[in-house]
T-cell receptor, first 117, second 113 residues
Framework: GAGVSQSPSNKVTEKGKDVELRCDPI?????LYWYRQRLGQGLEFLIY????????KSGLPSDRFSAERTGESVSTLTIQRTQQEDSAVYLC???????????????FGPGTRLLVL | AQSVTQPDIHITVSEGASLELRCNYS??????LFWYVQSPGQGLQLLLK??????LVQGIKGFEAEFKRSQSSFNLRKPSVHWSDAAEYFCAVGAGGSYIPTFGRGTSLIVHP
């Protein structure tokens, strides 16, 4: 597709349930980022994938959070045993190549709005 | 570690008026600086970025920003605001050696007709 897509766009779940959020990056983009945006807050980095390198997981808030990416394609963010404080918008972004660092623009998806009841 | 502050949570302007959104950063060396806009229900879109060179940066949609090292600021400006500019604006700072930018909490722009 033309841009980064994310699904579902909205997710309501009960506390304690597991959820999976999906991100389809722009074709050819080797770098993929996940962020969390809580109400009234800035973006909080969660995890970063670059090609076949080991992901940078330094932003994951707890071991309930995990993410996978196969090659340079789709990524899935999984939250196990969801808590109410997990309610947020989860944003995915992709960019071309890490080699040029910040000169590569990040393209963001529309996000998944997660509500944990 | 780098940090970024957007002191204004909300800004209200009249359509056609000029706009300045403030951004202050903290970082020991020359930072990478960004402004993003997020329209309701949308992802973030890059408006402009500064890495080096000319301290006045032109972006999309008629926006510009000026890097002022002495003030540790990177304020976003637009000479005449349109109703469609109403959105959330995020400033972000990045440091050399890390590819993960730090985002400010955002400034919500309200445009009155």
């Amino acid at each position: 597709g033309a841009g980064v897509s994310q699904s579902p766009s909205n997710k309501v779940t009960e506390k304690g349930k597991d959820v999976e959020l999906r991100c389809d990056p722009i074709s050819g983009h080797t770098a993929l980022y996940w962020y969390r945006q809580r109400l009234g807050q800035g973006l909080e980095f969660l995890i970063y994938f670059q090609g076949n390198s080991a992901p940078d997981k330094s932003g994951l808030p707890s071991d309930r959070f995990s993410a996978e990416r196969t090659g340079e394609s789709v990524s899935t963010l999984t939250i196990q045993r969801t808590q109410q404080e997990d309610s947020a918008v989860y944003l995915c972004a992709s960019s071309r190549d890490r080699g040029r660092g910040y000169q590569e623009t990040q393209y963001f998806g529309p996000g998944t709005r997660l509500l944990v009841l | 570690a780098q940090s970024v502050t957007q002191p204004d949570i909300h800004i209200t302007v009249s359509e056609g008026a000029s706009l300045e959104l403030r951004c202050n950063y903290s970082y020991g060396a020359t930072p990478y600086l960004f402004w993003y806009v997020q329209s309701p229900g949308q992802g973030l879109q890059l408006l402009l970025k500064y890495f080096s060179g000319d301290t006045l940066v032109q972006g999309i949609k008629g926006f510009e920003a000026e890097f002022k090292r002495s003030q540790s600021s990177f304020n976003l400006r637009k000479p005449s605001v349109h109703w469609s500019d109403a959105a959330e604006y995020f400033c972000a700072v990045g440091a050399g050696g890390s590819y993960i930018p730090t985002f400010g909490r955002g400034t919500s722009l309200i445009v009155h007709p």
